[in-house]
């Protein structure tokens, strides 16, 4: 099991959480750009801001198909992490047993029934019926990719944070 029981696990997908895209260029939030392995990205400055004060809230675990470049391009650029992260190939490989979304089997494997919270800009109807069915309880926080991770979203995390931690 993760380090620090105590605390419902925080799953922080990366693109459309963080790194942003669609935004009109008149109103960009503030971020920074930054390029990952070549490719250029638009790190938002507010969903780190949101993610460092959650984590006194929440266990985070990178849970986004940078796996672990995440750690190697983000602690710099927005001080976040280092953090566990998913793997989500070895996976796929062993064959997958959660259907219908790419990254279940792998979330399936890490939480081990803990609470969870998971961010990310792309649930499909397969995480929502998987959430609902979890044995643990288990929120889903779905971002728009022009705007990430805001206030609403981490107020509504931290709350349910709260009302899920084990004593």
Do not use: Q
């Amino acid at each position: 099991m993760p380090a620090d029981p105590a605390k419902p696990l925080l799953l922080i997908d990366v693109d459309g959480v963080i790194s942003l895209w669609g935004f009109a260029p008149e109103s960009r939030p503030p971020g920074t750009f930054a390029s990952v392995e070549g490719v250029v990205h638009f790190l938002s400055v507010e969903a780190g801001r949101h993610l460092l004060d959650l984590v006194s809230d929440f266990f985070p675990v990178w849970c986004t198909g940078w796996e672990e470049r995440a750690n190697e391009n983000l602690p710099g650029a927005l001080g976040l992490g280092p953090w566990p992260y998913l793997s989500f190939d070895r996976h796929v490989e062993a064959g997958a047993t959660t259907p219908g979304h790419w990254k279940l089997s792998a979330i399936d494997a890490y939480a081990e029934g803990r609470p969870l919270a998971w961010i990310d800009d792309a649930f499909n109807d397969a995480c929502h019926t998987w959430a609902a069915g979890r044995g643990a309880p288990t929120l889903l926080v779905e971002t728009l990719p022009h705007e990430g991770l805001v206030a609403r979203h981490a107020d509504a995390l931290r709350a349910w944070a709260r009302a899920h931690a084990r004593a």
